[in-house]
């Protein structure tokens, strides 16, 4: 029997408990069995067709499914008319940069470009025997339409996924994959669908991120991207501010500069896809989403949000109290009312309908977070108060009752998981960065384990929605950028987390199964008692290049891990911020390193206290002597660089130079003073914060 | 008011839809970096922001200015685009009477029903102006390189004589004391910085942040910088450069903009925070006058407004001006026997400079700004331009 705090993420795609991945010692689904299942075995391959493939968003998943389905040698078919600009040639560079000139030649040759004249589909398509179309032409819904009857009159047992930013699937006929900008690199797909299909597993298996989406109007991503568009237009249309000022008020308070993105984008393309999907939720539910003129006439014209280069702003400005509060109603109240609206039509899972802001429209922080964390009270008062602004909004799609469950597992629980079998413990990451929501919800994860008599643990990421562990979320740092007792309560709080990985359970086993883990991240998981990645992950403390001094004991409990040969190597990672691949940290700072289904049985069997011939690292609890030589180091590249080398290493002897105990208070007090530095404040951090918060 | 007293009867201007930058002195502020075409849309849209007046109930837009500014050939369409909003206009032109001719234009405009809300934006930038290359084929020196401002000043080629000889020829003309040229500059002095320091100013004029092309600060435009304290003594003491004429008593280079709007009678409730204030075009005159005697030139075209409104100088509640020499008050003083101790009780452009496009029309604001305080009446203003020009116009508020 497993219990969980809440539904796993995964189960909305069909793929099951993560549980369920350490106790089978497999994936759910593979990638050449999910390629299988989709385009025909070996033998019989078929292949993939993008029509409108030549346009934004058909370019770019041409290249990001090429380049994926290419080892299987699926053929991907780009269609689009003859007249259509080349938007696939353009995106050469891009595949060079990543796979180098002969995998990106490998990867076109794959493609296979095809014209039509809309009516009739090219004879040789038929060779090719299509198994998937993906439909990117333009936002028209009797064009769509036609496309699917052409297609399917021709080849009857054709998949077919739309990419649509608006029409539901009950609208088209077929399912909805949409996928967010910028195409060619990120994984986030929305799909709608009955049942989780073998298409969208075969998105998961080939490393991209399907999230299931209910079948309404402009789904989750264009609800809130165009909505925060929408809430920053309408601001501008009552106090005339310039788009570029709203902009760095919207990302101070949220994170997006959503008027930025429409000239960035494509100004006209992108605006009339928001006003679109906003015209259409508007006839749907009302004057909350109402296009204003001001939308409306940049989707004709195409005129950009900000000013040309030789007009750079020249008029600065700035709000009082009373008017940042305004500004504040202008903004999140509408984006609370139409949080509501998604909340009441059950539009998917929390997790998902919260960090699809953070993954696909920048967002700091997922809107659910920032709802959980004001309260419910605030949050309505927010918006009746947007409501005394607005009012037409007051009209209709306002339920305030949606935020009546904020106190269950769904909201508390929106980053982190945990399941049980009832001896083993499983606590997911659902973000890739840390954060205090993290923090917050780690442990309360830890103790609903507790609570259930949990011993065993393994911390890993969620095999979904954090493909990588990325470290710190930087924003949480800025407010220890001013203020040193800030950081020391930051630092000693996340480290005072990590530390009941190694005092609360029996047996903590951290796994990492994505590309790296890196940072705060790392830090935070090396507290487990063991570690076991996949083979080819990257580990790497990038503090130093930022410069900071790591705050969650990474200055000394990965030197208390390692055996004092392996010492030298930790404290190199962390005075030069060199990566170092699984295999090769295996004795000295991880404990196994394989291919996926061998970590991941290895990680059970550790957790289950059967790790025969795996070596364990001791963790040395009392003060000892960091007397040791690490060689030469390269060329620091900076003074703020040298200057941060020389703190960690002073935090690394202080720190491993007092037993475990005080080892907490000196690390933190190290980290927190550097952090409040004038080194760190002009460095990367510092420079992001002044230019995000200090406007 | 019998509709023989009103000029514009359609027109309005709505109370408090204004604004004026400060007018710091050349060179002394982050203005003398910008295209000043540039910075007088941004600033109008921010000073219509600040009047809670959203831009998009502009129809039209006058603008004025003087001195040639980058892009200057597309005009007010390109001022708007600055400004945010996309509308038609011209741009018009009369050295000095610039912001009094603009503002009556806009009148006309709303007169004629050719808009409903037609925005006055007067701006220029005296520092750094630019040099202008003139092939003269009929000039014994074949090229002329004129730099706008200090060249203009220095030179009237209608009359071959300087700005400041004008002022000196006038006074010579009606025998002006210079004893008296410095009382008069010494009190204008007093109205001014009795104005700023009793918050009156704060009411027109608004501080604006200047950004460098990196989008750091350039600069804060809050004050007149420039303007300092006179004590009479001081004023006294100065080196004449012609008769009555001193560094106190004339006026001095600046940059700047100001803005406000013309509307419908019936549109001034959609604007006005204080709609229940009617300001209304009464009766515009000019006059030009003899060579070099352009002191006197506006007194001329009070006269006749005078003359042909039947009104009084005691009917007048606000009486302001354009006095770029403190001879023309004493001038005024001697053709229409009007005390100009009763003159210009907010400041004045003698004062705060000349930065020519906007500088009359700062003068408006600050006298409906006066004539509400007063609780309404007829607002006199008037004022010089180059080429012994007077212009004058009288405007109601009620």
């Known amino acids: 029997m497993i219990k969980a705090m809440r539904e796993t993420t995964l189960e909305t795609i069909g793929l099951g408990k993560v549980i369920d991945i350490f106790r089978d010692g497999r994936l759910p689904v593979g990638p050449g069995q999910a390629v299988d299942r989709v385009f025909g075995d070996a033998s019989e391959r078929g292949s993939m067709v993008i029509s409108g493939a030549s346009g934004i968003v058909g370019a770019g998943k041409t290249m990001q499914l090429g380049s994926r389905l290419a080892p299987y040698d699926i053929k991907v078919v780009a269609l689009d008319f003859p007249g259509a600009p080349d938007g696939i040639g353009q995106q050469y560079q891009g595949l060079a940069r990543a796979f180098g000139r002969e995998g990106a030649d490998a990867i076109m040759r794959n493609i296979i470009r095809l014209s039509y004249d809309g009516r009739r589909l090219p004879d040789e398509l038929t060779g090719f025997r299509p198994r998937f179309l993906l439909e990117a032409i333009p936002e028209i819904l009797e064009l769509k339409r036609a496309h699917y009857k052409l297609f399917r009159d021709t080849f009857p047992e054709i998949e077919i996924r739309s990419v649509t930013s608006g029409f539901p699937s009950s609208e088209l006929g077929v399912g909805v994959a949409h996928p967010a900008f910028p195409h060619e690199i990120n994984k986030i797909w929305e799909v709608v669908e009955d049942e989780p299909s073998a298409i969208t597993q075969l998105l998961w298996a080939l490393g991209m991120i399907p999230v299931a989406v209910a079948d309404n109007w402009s789904f989750v991503l264009d609800v809130l991207f165009c909505g925060v568009t929408l809430a920053a237009s309408r601001y501008g249309t009552a106090t005339n501010m310039p788009a570029w000022k709203i902009d760095k008020f919207t990302r101070k308070l949220v994170g997006p500069n959503p008027l930025r993105a429409h000239d960035a984008i494509g100004t006209k393309g992108a605006t009339f896809l928001t006003w679109s999907c906003l015209h259409h939720l508007a006839e749907m539910y009302g004057p909350l989403f109402e296009p204003t003129a001001e939308i409306a006439e940049r989707k004709e014209t195409g005129r950009s949000w900000y000013p040309p280069n030789h007009f750079r702003p020249l008029v600065d400005w700035s709000m009082d109290a009373e008017q940042s509060e305004e500004f504040e109603h202008w903004i999140l109240g509408p984006l609370f009312q139409m949080t509501s609206l998604m909340l009441h039509e059950q539009r998917g899972h929390l997790t998902h309908i919260n960090a699809i802001g953070e993954l696909c429209a920048q967002f700091r922080r997922g809107i659910l977070a920032v709802i959980r964390e004001a309260g419910t009270q605030r949050v309505v008062d927010t918006v009746e108060a947007y409501h005394r602004l607005h009012p037409a909004a007051r009209e209709a799609a306002w339920h305030p009752e949606a935020f009546e469950a904020i106190g269950g597992a769904d909201w508390q629980q929106l980053y982190v998981n945990a399941e049980h079998d009832g001896s083993i413990g499983v606590v997911t990451i659902s973000r890739e960065s840390m954060n205090d929501d993290v923090d917050r919800e780690l442990n309360r994860a830890f103790d609903w384990l507790r609570a259930e008599g949990i011993e065993n643990l393994i911390l890993t990421g969620d095999f979904h929605l954090s493909t990588q562990m990325v470290g710190a979320d930087t924003s949480a740092i800025y407010p220890s950028l001013e203020d040193v007792d800030e950081g020391v309560r930051l630092t000693k709080t996340w480290s005072s987390t990590a530390r009941r990985l190694d005092s609360d359970f029996a047996t903590t086993v951290g796994f990492i199964g994505g590309k790296r ?44 891990k390692s055996p004092p040969a392996g010492r030298a190597k930790v404290l190199r990672m962390l005075l030069t911020g060199q990566e170092v691949k699984a295999r090769d940290a295996v004795g000295w700072l991880i404990d196994h390193a394989g291919p996926i289904d061998e970590a991941l049985r290895t990680a059970w069997d550790l957790a289950n206290g059967r790790g025969d011939g795996i070596a364990t690292r001791e963790l040395e609890r009392g003060a000892f002597d960091l007397a040791i030589e690490v060689g030469e180091l390269p060329e620091a590249g900076s003074p703020a660089t040298e200057t941060a080398r020389a703190a960690i290493a002073a935090c690394a002897r202080d720190a491993c130079g007092t037993d475990l105990g005080e080892a907490l208070d000196v690390q933190c007090r190290h980290a927190a003073e550097f952090i409040a530095s004038k080194s760190c404040r002009k460095g990367v951090i510092g420079t992001d914060y002044t230019k995000t918060m200090k406007i | 008011m019998a509709d023989a007293l009103r000029m514009f009867p359609r027109a309005r201007i709505p109370y408090g839809t204004w604004g004026s930058s400060y007018f710091p002195a050349w060179q002394t502020s982050a203005l003398a970096e910008v295209n000043i075409g540039q910075f007088a849309g941004e600033a109008m849209n921010r000073i ?11 129809g039209s837009l006058v603008i004025g200015s003087t001195i040639p500014w980058h892009w200057k050939f597309w005009n007010a369409p390109l001022v708007a685009s600055c400004l945010g909003h996309r509308v038609p206009g011209y741009h018009v032109e009369q050295a000095c009477a610039t912001g009094l001719q603009a503002t009556l234009l806009a009148g006309a405009e709303i007169e004629t029903q050719a808009h409903d809300v037609v925005g006055v934006l007067t701006f220029d930038r005296t520092s750094d102006s630019p040099v202008g290359v003139f092939p003269e084929r009929r000039a014994h020196v074949r090229t002329q390189a004129i730099s706008d401002v200090w060249d203009n000043f220095g030179f009237d080629p209608a009359t071959g004589n300087a700005m400041m000889a004008a002022a000196g020829l006038t006074a010579r003309k009606y025998g002006v004391e210079r004893s008296e040229v410095d009382d008069v500059a010494f009190l204008r002095y007093q109205q001014y910085f009795e104005a700023k320091e009793s918050g009156f100013l704060d009411r027109v004029l608004v501080p604006l942040d200047v950004l460098n092309v990196a989008g750091r600060p350039l600069g804060r435009i809050d004050d007149d910088f420039g303007v300092r304290k006179m004590s009479l003594g001081a004023m006294r003491a100065m080196n004449e450069l012609d008769t009555c004429v001193t560094g106190g008593t004339q006026t001095h280079a600046s940059d700047g903009m100001a803005c406000l709007m013309v509307t419908t009678k019936e549109r001034v409730a959609d604007l006005s925070p204080r709609p229940e204030i009617d300001i209304e075009f009464v009766a515009k005159a000019e006059s030009r006058t003899d060579p070099s005697l352009m002191p006197e030139a506006p007194a001329f075209a009070v006269r006749e407004l005078l003359e ?20 023309n008050d004493v001038v005024f003083r001697k053709v229409l026997d009007y005390d100009w101790a009763k003159m210009n009780r907010t400041g004045c452009p003698l004062v705060w400079g000349h930065p020519q496009g906007p500088t009359l029309t700062r003068v408006v604001i600050e006298a409906l700004e006066e004539a509400v305080d007063l609780g309404g009446g007829y607002v006199l203003v008037f004022g010089c331009a180059a080429g012994d020009v007077g212009i004058a116009a009288v405007l109601r508020v009620s």
Do not use: Q, S, Y
């Open chain 2, 308 to 327: 042909r409104t039947g009104l009084t100088m005691d009917d007048m509640a606000v009486v302001k001006n354009h006095n770029p020499f403190a001879v």
């Open chain 1, 517 to 560: 883990c890196l940072g705060g991240m790392l830090e935070l998981i090396v507290h487990c008692d063991h570690l076991v990645a996949v083979d080819d992950a990257r580990f790497g403390f990038p503090e130093v290049t930022l410069p900071i001094v790591p705050g969650v004991e990474g200055c000394h409990w990965t030197i208390r």
């Open chain 2, 48 to 58: 219509l922001g600040l009047r809670k007046v959203p831009r998009t109930e502009l």
